[in-house]
């Protein structure tokens, strides 16, 4: 299964650890964070405790505000991604992300929530 992070920071990177430890066949896909240094740390860091299951390369790794948007459109039907920015910016990558999927598999439950459900 393709795991991407968006959001490398220790939140994410730890977020990304716990998807990598599961049994199930997990791979990290693509990240994005809005600063390259994070980023790169969170990758050197993931691939020293996962490196058969950490894959990527630098077309996969985004950087900058719209990075969010190029991870998701990486990923495969069926994949995850991990949303660990700050919380003001998840709204607009959730509704992104049902954009491209138009699919729903949450409740709304948040204000957050009730904007990302209106995607579809």
Not at 91 to 100: D, G, Q, V
Not at 104 to 118: D, K
Request: charged share 20%; net charge positive; hydrophobic share 35%.
């Amino acid at each position: 299964m393709k795991v991407a992070l968006i959001g490398c920071g220790g939140r994410g990177s730890g977020a990304a650890a716990q998807a990598l430890s599961t049994n199930g066949p997990t791979r990290l896909w693509a990240m994005a964070d809005f600063f390259e240094p994070r980023l790169k740390g969170s990758l050197g860091q993931l691939k020293e405790r996962f490196a058969s299951q950490v894959d990527v390369p630098p077309d996969r790794q985004f950087t900058g505000l719209d990075g969010y948007k190029r991870v998701i459109d990486s990923l495969d039907k069926g994949s995850v991604v991990l949303l660990a920015t700050p919380p003001a910016f998840r709204p607009i990558h959730l509704e992104y992300a049902s954009r491209r999927a138009c699919t729903s598999s949450w409740r709304n439950r948040s204000p957050s929530m009730r904007r990302a459900s209106g995607a579809c």
